[in-house]
């Protein structure tokens, strides 16, 4: 979990937002692209890159 929070912690503001209000407070993309005045299709995007990106440097460092 600590290495989780250190990659998290290192993604850029915006990206760190979005995905701590989908996966730590359950909002839809649809509720965070309202709340953040984006559009949805931003939203989405951003999440599926972030996703991308912590999972390629959990495999780099051996998690999974």
């Not at 760190?16 to 995007?45: G, W």
């Amino acid at each position: 979990a600590e290495t989780v929070d250190k990659l998290i912690n290192a993604l850029e503001p915006r990206e760190k937002l979005i995905l701590r209000l989908n996966i730590q407070h359950n909002q839809t993309h649809k509720e965070i692209a309202d709340f953040l005045n984006i559009p949805l299709n931003t939203v989405s995007s951003i999440l599926r890159r972030t996703m991308i990106s912590l999972r390629d440097d959990l495999k780099k460092k051996g998690y999974i």
